[in-house]
């Protein structure tokens, strides 16, 4: 087809010819038509002659080249410019074209000055223009032909043609570079009419080239380069003005905007400002309705973010007073009817008597069957009642029971029946048939139900202080409910040793913790009572644990228990925004066996509120240091009911009544002794209790200070035993407190005993037929000084014990070395952690026979206890969004998108503000509850649980803060790119900064971790922005995450710019380093990053305990 036009145009141009062929032309439309078709369709054909080459080497900028080409040069919608063309160069315009070799030599020089427009303004010598011959076509703005009757193959890539002669002018809409002798049309978006020289600055305006000396009859021709806007900004449509075609310019009109390059005019939005001449629309209306509306709301939320969860509060509470109201009033109902038969039965022998004397032999007969009748009856049932006047037993027989008699009759077959006497007060109906734990439904029917089951259990205590709790249940529902596993932890010889350091924390301890029994572990400071309770526990890390310790007479590991094994820290860990209840309910939820009906667990949890005295502040947060709660003590006994609600077979607390008053730790240890009633067995650490309290325990471990027994039997004992020492306990002195005087060296033992403190433990060993060591037996036989016994501190204590020999051996000993020191401290650190490391990650054999719900149940527990948490923290979240709302237009006013690095500027500070303030808020997720964690965790919950749970609700920060964000950013700033670009690669930026935070916030302590979250953003964003050719650098600048999220927004920009920015946007993102294939996969590698973070953290949070 090219091939015809060329005839056609051969054929036009010879009957134009010869004379005035110009005016012929002229005076020809359809040959200046024909022409200009023949000269855009072979310009436009080009491209697929070097369509390899523009792939190979400017492939990370055009992604399209057909469409890229054709933004730039398909002028099919106006060719006049190619017309006018063809009318100056009087028809051989398409000798002046330049070939493909020669367009190729242009845009390589650019490709090799590394995208630099000024250097490619430049060009090598070539076969036209070179040193010995130099045209005036050669100059800017000039342009030559290859001779009216030669043929020119535009697609001809590899020889340049000799084009020297009829040198001329540029045409407008072409642009003719410096050294090379031909026109290239002006891509679309450009403006290129004929120069004009000013005389004043002796240049060719708007193109800025000069004339040549010597040459007076050169004028200024036309654009003279195309290249990036900061080299060729002359060509460029200028802001405000739009260009339909290369030599044509109009001013944008009102209510339209006009940006740089533009070919159209844009429509403005509704509430846009767009004056006449507007390189952009104003859209800040928009930006600032978005964050008055956005305001309101976060204000709102600020001020009501409690609402929400009171009112659901409140309405659970007004259900579980009705339940309550409901059964107080039936069991006072069933009180008063109780009285009333015990009148009416005493009424009935009083009658019975009065009959027996006044009626003669033969009716007396009867009266002994009557007498008898009403002795052998049920009490309070009719049997036991008169007869009704007017009515005989015959009659009675056959007549139908009523209501009444039929409720009693069933009151006194079932007096523990789920309702009572099964009247609900108020209403005459009675209710049959009432459903039992596992078929309620709803939260009144549950209430209902426990608080029924507690008052029964409350009735029966009274009755018969022997039975158990769940002796009691059994009678009142008449069910099988299942007994729990009684553990009984017996120890022999028992001995914790450092590593690497040979000092003794324990030393041969002997004993046993029985079912049913509350033990108490006391002792002066120093004594290894919190080293005992974790020996027992199976959590010595850094220590070589020596003896024997069986679990119901097995040696199976305690960690096989540890679903049934409740441990009390000595801290209040406690989540302080949630209620007393939720904390309990939660943990009963998640460690109660999964088969257990929901009923059965509020029971439970019921119970433990109904011990533990917490039910005035059951829905009343347990509060934290910035926001008051419940008191010191209310808070140390919820610290207890969150093991107690787990139904424990070993409960262990450490110092549970530290810091309670006398009546708070009676009121625990009460409730700890109904729990021993079930056949839990119990062990605590107490420090100096009143005497009350310690006759309240059953047995008593005394130990001494380095871990050494001193008395272990029942608190009966304890002062028989020790006056056959010849230590009596003075008058109205408390014993335990005496006792650890003594032990503590505050109390000195009298001579006449014949007995130091060093002495009772091997005493306690002596008694009990205990092998002693041999440099503890020592002491009894007198081979140290009497007057060691005087001194009782922590290292004369340890003097005797903590090495394997008598202190003569450490004595002979030369101290080590700091070399020496240094080195057995590492070794004892990486024992430490290797011991931590397999408690860790070796899971032992399940012998608790509980089934707790598994990962996916616990998940939907956690996810609704932090759901709950984050809406108590929606201030918080609240003062989170606004920081976020004023970055946003602060960012968008400042850093304006410029067109030369397609806001690359305002990008840097976006992904250096978002990751600061978003790493910092996801901090909080994970930083605050790591007590809470390793408490959980220690007690069987799911860390996998724990962990997804928290990052699902932070997701809903990872899709809300980038429309925070942009949402005042976008619209003040005002890039081309599209709000939904910025939208996806700002969510992949909050989602992979978000990851990273969790490594921070479970590696460091909350200080450090947030000095490295602001610190990471600033300097791996330098150094992804760095311009140094280091490949070092470029290496880790393509590891780091704010190189990947800089590169999606300047491509998701870049992209937009097409035309006459073609040269502009290779350039940039030439200097950058950036690809406009990437976008996805820089979206790519920052979830990748996200999801691998996330891994790791979970790693971090499974593995690296507290020290």
Known sequence: MSQDYDEEAEEAGASGGGGGGGQNLENNPAAVQLFSDVAFNRFSNISSVFKDDIKKQFGFCITDVDKDWNDAF????????LGNCVKTTNGDMAQRLCTAAEIKFYFESFYQNGGQGKKSGFLKPNKNCNLSSW?????????????????????????????????????????????????????????????????????????????????????????????????????????????????????????????????????????????????????????????????????????????VLSTREKRKEKSREKAVQSVRETAQAREKWKSAKDIAKKHAIGLQTQLSRTFSKRNSKKVPDLTRGVSQAKPGTDAALPPMPGSSSQQSKKKDKGNLTKMLQELEDNPDS???????????????????????????????????????????????????????????????????????????????????????????????????????????????????????????????????????????????????????????????????????????????????????????????????????????????????????????RVNVGLEMVMEPSLLILDEPTSGLDSSSSQLLLRALRREALEGVNICMVVHQPSYTLFRMFDDLILLAKGGLTVYHGSVKKVEEYFSGLGITVPERANPPDYFIDILEGIIKLSPSIGLTTKQLPVRWMLHNGYPVPMDMLKLIEGTEPSSSGDSTHGGSSHGGSSHGGGGGDGGGQEPQSFAGDFWQDVKCSVETKKDSLQHTLLKSIDLS????????????????????????????????????????????????????????????????????????????????????????????????????????????????????????????????????????????????????????????????????SVLLPVVLTLIATHNDNSKVVDTIADLCYTKWALEAFVVSNAKRYSGVWLITRCGSLMQNGYDLKHFHRCLIFLILTGIVSRAFAFFAMVTFLRK
């Not at 398909?74 to 410019?81: A, D, G, Q």
């Not at 026979?849 to 149940?857: A, I, L, S, Y």
């Not at 969510?987 to 490594?999: D, E, F, N, S």
């Open 74 to 81: 398909n002028f099919s919608k106006n060719t006049n410019f």
């Open 135 to 307: 045209l005036s076509g050669c100059e800017p703005g000039w342009a030559c032909s290859v001779g009216k009757d030669q043929k020119v193959d535009l697609k001809n890539a590899k020889d340049m043609p000799v084009r020297v002669k009829t040198c001329l002018p540029c045409c407008q809409g072409f642009f003719c570079p410096r050294g090379i002798t031909c026109m290239i049309p002006c891509p679309l978006g450009s403006y290129c009419p004929l120069a004009k020289f000013n005389k004043t600055t002796g240049i060719c305006d708007p193109y800025r080239y000069q004339l040549p000396p010597g040459k007076p009859d050169h004028t200024c021709g036309g654009a003279d380069i195309w290249a990036d806007i900061g080299s060729s900004s002359d060509i460029f449509c200028s802001a405000g003005s739009y260009c339909p075609t290369t030599i044509q310019k109009n001013p944008c009109t009102s209510g339209h905007y006009c940006r740089t390059g533009s070919i159209a005019q844009q429509s403005c939005f509704r509430l846009a400002t767009c004056n006449p001449m507007s390189a952009n629309q104003n859209i800040t209306a928009y930006g600032l309705l978005i964050f008055a509306g956005l305001g309101f709301l976060l204000v709102i939320i600020y001020n009501c973010s409690d609402q």
């Open 418 to 636: 789920y309702d009572g006497f099964n009247i609900e007060i108020g209403d005459k109906n009675m209710k049959k048939n009432a459903p039992r734990g596992k078929a309620l439904h709803t939260q009144s029917q549950m209430f209902r139900y426990a608080y029924n089951q507690i008052e029964k259990e409350k009735a029966m205590q009274e009755q018969n202080k022997n039975l158990t709790f769940s002796g009691v249940i059994s009678m009142a529902n008449d069910t099988e409910i299942t007994k729990r596993l009684t553990i009984e932890v017996a120890f022999k010889d028992l001995t914790i040793t450092l590593k690497g350091k040979n000092i003794h924390l324990m030393r041969s301890v002997t004993g046993k913790l029985s079912p049913g029994r509350v033990s108490a572990v006391m002792g002066p400071s120093g004594a290894g009572k919190t080293t005992f309770l974790s020996a027992l526990t199976g959590k010595a890390p850094g220590c070589i644990m020596t003896g024997t310790i069986l679990i119901n007479g097995k040696d199976d590991p305690i960690q096989a228990y540890k679903k049934i094994i409740g441990f009390v820290p000595q801290d209040d860990i406690v989540h302080g925004n949630l209620t007393v209840e939720e904390n309990l309910w939660f943990s009963a939820r998640c460690r109660l066996a999964a088969d257990l009906a929901k009923p059965e667990k509020v029971l439970v949890v019921e119970r433990v509120i109904e011990s533990l005295g917490l039910q005035p502040v059951r829905d009343s947060l347990v509060g934290t240091v910035e926001q008051r709660g419940i008191s010191g003590g209310q808070r140390k």
């Open 849 to 1012: 026979q509980r089934d707790t719900p598994g990962v996916f149940k616990q998940y939907r527990y956690y996810l609704g206890r932090v759901g709950k948490q984050r809406l108590r923290e929606a201030r918080t979240q609240a003062v989170d969004y606004l920081i976020l709302l004023l970055a946003g237009i602060c960012l968008g006013t400042l850093a304006k998108v410029s067109d030369e690095t397609f806001g690359a500027m305002g990008y840097t500070y976006t992904v250096i503000a978002v990751s600061l303030l978003c790493k910092i808020a996801a901090l909080r997720s994970f930083s605050l509850d790591k007590l809470h964690y390793w408490r959980e965790r220690s007690s069987g919950m799911s860390s996998l649980a724990y962990f997804l749970s928290k990052d699902t609700i932070d997701h809903f920060n990872t899709i809300v803060k980038p429309l925070v964000y942009l949402s005042m950013f976008y619209f003040f700033n005002n890039p081309r790119s599209s709000f939904s670009d910025n939208y996806f690669v700002l969510v992949c930026l909050v989602y992979c900064v978000t990851g990273l935070a969790y490594i921070l916030a479970i590696l460091f302590e909350p200080a450090p971790a947030q000095l490295w």
